[in-house]
């Protein structure tokens, strides 16, 4: 089955800075890869997603690169905020809705003002 | 706005009992899973469901079961609940392949 692997666990940067997360899949099949951000406390929440038929995607601060070749994603935070401090999770699934979110194991961002 | 609503936010039980933890959506979606959140160990999936009685089993899934009576409802069961089943657990729903919503999360203390 699927295999997803994230890195780093933990990341710190100071404010203002740029922050990247990168994940690896394993299973060429796969092709919807979302990420989510988990705040203390709280429900796992969607932030941004990329299917295999994309490259990059930006919204806003945040972006998702995707290489199909050498399997693998990252999420890109770029000016961060304290805010983002939270535990981020990426997944990967393929083309079937019947076919559920293999997670990573999260790295958990500290945005140190 | 979709929601996802977990029976519990928090819970106690003894080692042997029999636990139930009851998640229901309310936007009609098809798919529902139930995963386990450890420290470290990230978010790994204990069973899902892609339809009403239907179950299949994902990585996870000794010492538990499930049940999909009704297709807004889907119950994880502790057969005899352990102290290593002691965790946060969380429900999600979706259609097809887009969002994943979850629940609040319970967590879970055997003692």
């Known amino acids: 089955g699927e295999n997803v692997e994230q890195h780093p666990s933990t990341l710190s940067v100071q404010e203002g800075d740029s922050a990247v997360i990168k994940c690896t899949y394993s299973d060429s099949a796969s092709n919807y890869f979302p990420w989510y951000k988990q705040e203390l406390g709280k429900r796992p929440q969607l932030i941004i997603d990329?299917?295999?038929?994309?490259g990059e995607k930006k919204d806003q601060r945040i972006a998702v690169t995707l290489n199909k070749t050498a399997k693998h994603f990252s999420l890109h935070i770029t000016e961060t905020q304290p805010e983002d401090s939270a535990v981020y999770f990426c997944a990967a699934s393929k083309n079937s809705g019947n076919t559920p979110l293999v997670f990573g194991k999260g790295t958990r961002l500290s945005v140190i003002a | 706005d979709v929601k996802v609503t977990q029976s519990s936010r928090y819970l106690v039980k003894r080692t042997g009992e029999k636990v139930f933890l009851e998640c229901v959506q309310d936007?009609?979606?098809?798919?529902m899973f139930w995963y386990r959140q450890d420290p470290g160990l990230g978010l790994r999936l204990i069973y899902f469901?892609?339809?009403?009685?239907?179950?299949e089993k994902g990585d996870i899934p000794e010492g538990y079961s499930v049940s999909r009576e009704k297709k807004e409802r889907f119950s994880l069961i502790l057969e005899s609940a352990s102290t290593n089943q002691t965790s946060m657990y969380l429900c999600?729903?979706?259609?097809?392949?887009?969002?994943?919503?979850f629940g609040q999360g319970t967590r879970l203390t055997v003692v």
């Open positions: 469901s892609y339809d009403v009685k239907m179950k």
């Open positions: 999600a729903s979706t259609e097809g392949r887009v969002e994943a919503f």
């Open positions: 990329i299917r295999s038929n994309v």
């Open positions: 936007m009609d979606h098809e798919n």
